[in-house]
């Protein structure tokens, strides 16, 4: 057999085997007798969102829409890789609630000895993520929130200043980007604003090195990834942020004692002693579980209140009132009293919901109680949020952005978990109310003396980028403000 026969015949060999692999892996809920989504052929289900024809939350509405009632979960594949899409609030409440110890891993990849920084609670799954989030919990403590609430006014008061007197057509996703790092230096990090342009830059640039298929691999793959020393940020940054840590904490360490202004220093004096390290990456989360959905959750806020401006006089009247029973100086108090602001706040989360699933791992095998249906130990899931809060059985016109769905009885007929945009249970956000407190009291500081309008160079209707996993405009939200003249 002369050389180039043998070449052919290995090759014939290798795409064999590649095919059989793939249509065994392809054929996971078939031999397990559970409704699927046909998949195709390399792309499983997900190959429009590959290809950027859609949003990954438009898939999964469609999805949900075709399959909810039929089955309390169906079989879909993310290329390759089997996943169970949950359709039914009552397996959400199991396995975010009450049988959540059988779901306790995301399934994210993370490298602690090759990228410590990625051992932040979003990544860490098993026996470390359980560790550190009992060490890091106490820290969100709302007692602290409540201290370090001067550290937040001060920076939304710098953005109220940014907003300037007059009328001017407003990169409003920029200026929020800009707000929501600063808030981030200042009460994660402890920086000042001095130091501002270099982490600024690090935050918007340590996905750099980041591709679709090269984290799909570390997820599929990830004992591969290991070996081949697979990085999922850009070392540069990765970097920066963990010298900037040791930085702050060692000045930190020389100071006897000091009021509380950032998260280093509840990290640094917890119970069980947190090691730089860890401490590093606890702040890294700021960046990675936090920045984008606060940059989207203010954008869509605003640009659905410069929609409909009767919302947004609403909105400003109770900010009003609120900031002169307060002699002009925001409070913990103050911020309670902000229950229409809030219910905006709610419904911009419903409708243009930041993270648009939620990801568990089974790490036991989960019998579903009435019912002939298992989840493996191992299976992979996915909770499609962004579809709940669309589904119109429970959100009735649920493309209109009202607020009212979010006046307390209301609420009260819903379903128990029809509302999520922070998770829920064990892995649901450990932050969720710094995440309000920082939202409303930017609110406060864009609607106490500033108008939104839509200006010509507005989307409408919203587009979602389809390149992102958290929801995003697919360009930057701009819009007209202008300065109220206090009368
Ligand atoms: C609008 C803002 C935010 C939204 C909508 C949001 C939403 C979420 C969601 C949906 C999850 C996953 C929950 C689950 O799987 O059940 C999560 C987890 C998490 N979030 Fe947030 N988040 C926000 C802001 C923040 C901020 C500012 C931080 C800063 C520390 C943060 C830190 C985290 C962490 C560390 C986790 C992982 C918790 C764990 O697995 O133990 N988030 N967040």
Redesign the pocket.
């Given at each position: 057999m002369d050389l180039l026969q043998r070449c052919l015949w290995s090759s014939l060999g290798v795409v064999a085997l590649v095919y059989v692999l793939v249509k065994f892996s392809l054929g996971y809920w078939k031999r397990r007798g559970i409704l699927h989504v046909k998949p195709k052929f390399l792309w499983g289900n997900i190959s429009e969102v590959l290809r950027g024809k859609k949003h990954v939350q438009q898939l999964l509405l469609f999805l949900y829409e075709s399959y909810k009632g039929r089955a309390p979960f169906i079989g879909c594949y993310v290329l390759l890789k089997p996943f169970v899409l949950v359709l039914d609030l009552e397996l959400v409440r199991n396995i975010?609630d009450s049988d959540a110890g059988y779901f306790t891993s995301?399934g994210l990849y993370n490298n602690v000895a090759r990228e410590p920084l990625s051992g932040?609670?979003?990544q860490l799954d098993g026996h470390k993520?359980r560790q550190l989030?009992a060490q890091s919990a106490p820290a969100f403590a709302a007692s602290n929130l409540h201290k370090l609430l001067p550290q937040l006014l001060k920076t939304s008061r710098t953005l109220q200043l940014e907003l300037g007197v007059g009328k001017q057509d407003l990169n409003v996703s920029q200026l929020l980007d800009c707000y929501n790092v600063e808030s981030i230096a200042k009460i994660a990090y402890g920086l000042s604003s001095e130091d501002l342009s270099e982490f600024s830059l690090m935050t918007r640039s340590y996905w750099s090195n980041w591709s679709l298929w090269r984290a799909y691999l570390a997820l599929e793959l990830p004992l591969l990834a290991r070996l081949v020393r697979h990085r999922s940020y850009s070392q540069l940054a990765m970097d920066y942020f963990h010298k900037l840590v040791e930085k702050q904490l060692q000045q930190q360490r020389k100071r006897d004692r000091q009021p509380l202004q950032s998260f280093l220093q509840l990290f640094d004096a917890t119970d069980e002693a947190l090691t730089d390290a860890q401490i590093a990456a606890q702040a890294f989360?700021?960046i990675l579980?936090?920045l984008q959905?606060?940059n989207a959750?203010l954008a869509f806020c605003l640009y659905e209140l410069a929609l409909q401006p009767e919302l947004q006089d609403r909105v400003r009247a109770e900010i009003k009132q609120v900031m002169k029973a307060t002699e002009g100086q925001l409070t913990a108090e103050g911020l309670k009293q902000l229950s229409y602001t809030k219910q905006v706040l709610n419904e911009t989360?419903r409708l243009h919901t930041?993270?648009p699933f939620?990801?568990r791992r089974a790490t036991r095998e989960f019998e579903l109680s009435n019912s002939i249906f298992v989840i493996a130990r191992g299976n992979n899931l996915v909770i499609p949020v962004a579809a709940i809060h669309r589904d119109p059985t429970i959100y009735v016109k649920p493309e209109r952005f009202d607020p009212e769905r979010f006046r307390p009885e209301a609420v009260l007929k819903r379903p128990g978990m029809s509302f999520l945009?922070?998770?829920?249970?064990l892995?649901?956000?450990?932050?969720k109310q710094?995440?309000e407190q920082?939202?409303l009291i930017g609110l406060v500081a864009l609607l106490e003396h500033h108008k939104y309008e839509p200006s010509a160079d507005t989307q409408i209707p919203m587009r979602y980028d389809p390149g992102k996993l958290v929801l995003m405009p697919k360009t930057d939200i701009k819009l007209s403000v202008q300065w109220l003249e206090p009368h």
């Open positions: 975010l995301r932040n609670l979003f993520w989030h989360g700021f579980a936090g959905p606060l959750s989360l930041p993270y939620l990801l945009p922070f998770g829920e249970g892995r649901g956000c450990i932050a710094l995440a920082q939202l």
